[in-house]
T-cell receptor
Framework: GAVVSQHPSWVICKSGTSVKIECRSLDFQATTMFWYRQFPKQSLMLMATSNEGSKATYEQGVEKDKFLINHASLTLSTLTVTSAHPEDSSFYIC?????????????FGPGTRLLVL | DAKTTQPNSMESNEEEPVHLPCNHSTISGTDYIHWYRQLPSQGPEYVIHGLTSNVNNRMASLAIAEDRKSSTLILHRATLRDAAVYYCILLTLMDSNYQLIWGAGTKLIIKP
C-alpha cells in the first residue's frame, strides 16, 4: 500500500514559537493532502484540504493565518503552526488522497504529537 | 456531523472472529463505505472499502446490507495486534470534494 511519512514524529516547543510539520507521500504523487487534528480520546477533525499549487481550503473555525499550509510539490505538504500556544497541543495527522477501485481513499501519516509549553 | 453510528467498544477473544457493526441509514447512492483503524498514538490505517457488493482483502471482509443502510467489518481471526479503534466512515461528496467524515469509532479490545 501507499506510504505517507510525517516529520517530526513529536515536538515540544515554547509558547509563541512556530512549528513546521512535513507530510510526504513516499511512493506516489498526491495532488491533494489533508490535515487533521486529534485531541485525546476523540476522533479526527479535518482542519484543511491542501491542493498542490493552489491555496488550501480550511474548515470552518480553523484560522488560516495560524495554521499555514504549503503544498509546493506533488509529494510534500507542510503545516506550520504559527505562534503556538498550549491549546494548540494536539496530535496532527496528514493524509494523501489516492485512487483505488474507482473511488478515492486516503493514506495516513503516522502523526506528529505537538506539546506547547 | 458523522453519518455513521457504531458501538463505543467491543470485546473479543484472541483467535476468534470479530464482527464490527455500523449503521449508516442516511447513506446516499454515491457514498462509499470505508473502514479505517487506528492503533494507539498512530495515524489511521486503511482497512477496506466498498459500495454495494461484499469485499474481501487480506486484512478483513466487508459485508454490506442489501439496502446499504448498515455494514459489518469482519476480522476472521483476531489477534492482539488487531486491538485498535475501528472507524466506519462514509466517503461523501461535499462542496465538489470527497471527504471522510469521522465518527467516534469502536474501540476493539482483544482478550488473550
Amino acid at each position: 500500500g501507499a506510504v505517507v511519512s510525517q516529520h517530526p514524529s513529536w515536538v515540544i516547543c515554547k509558547s509563541g514559537t512556530s512549528v513546521k510539520i512535513e507530510c510526504r507521500s513516499l511512493d506516489f504523487q498526491a495532488t491533494t493532502m489533508f490535515w487533521y487534528r486529534q485531541f485525546p480520546k476523540q476522533s479526527l477533525m479535518l482542519m484543511a484540504t491542501s491542493n498542490e499549487g493552489s491555496k488550501a481550503t480550511y474548515e470552518q473555525g480553523v484560522e488560516k493565518d495560524k495554521f499555514l499550509i504549503n503544498h509546493a510539490s506533488l509529494t510534500l505538504s507542510t503545516l506550520t503552526v504559527t505562534s503556538a500556544h498550549p491549546e494548540d497541543s494536539s496530535f496532527y495527522i496528514c493524509s494523501a488522497r489516492a485512487w483505488d477501485r474507482g473511488t478515492e481513499t486516503q493514506y495516513f501519516g503516522p502523526g506528529t504529537r505537538l506539546l506547547v509549553l | 456531523d458523522a453519518k455513521t453510528t457504531q458501538p463505543n467498544s467491543m470485546e473479543s477473544n484472541e483467535e476468534e472472529p470479530v464482527h464490527l457493526p455500523c449503521n449508516h441509514s442516511t447513506i446516499s447512492g454515491t457514498d462509499y463505505i470505508h473502514w479505517y483503524r487506528q492503533l494507539p498514538s498512530q495515524g489511521p490505517e486503511y482497512v477496506i472499502h466498498g459500495l454495494t457488493s461484499n469485499v474481501n482483502n487480506r486484512m478483513a471482509s466487508l459485508a454490506i446490507a442489501e439496502d446499504r443502510k448498515s455494514s459489518t467489518l469482519i476480522l476472521h481471526r483476531a489477534t492482539l495486534r488487531d486491538a485498535a479503534v475501528y472507524y466506519c466512515i462514509l466517503l461523501t461528496l461535499m462542496d465538489s470534494n470527497y471527504q471522510l467524515i469521522w465518527g467516534a469509532g469502536t474501540k476493539l479490545i482483544i482478550k488473550p
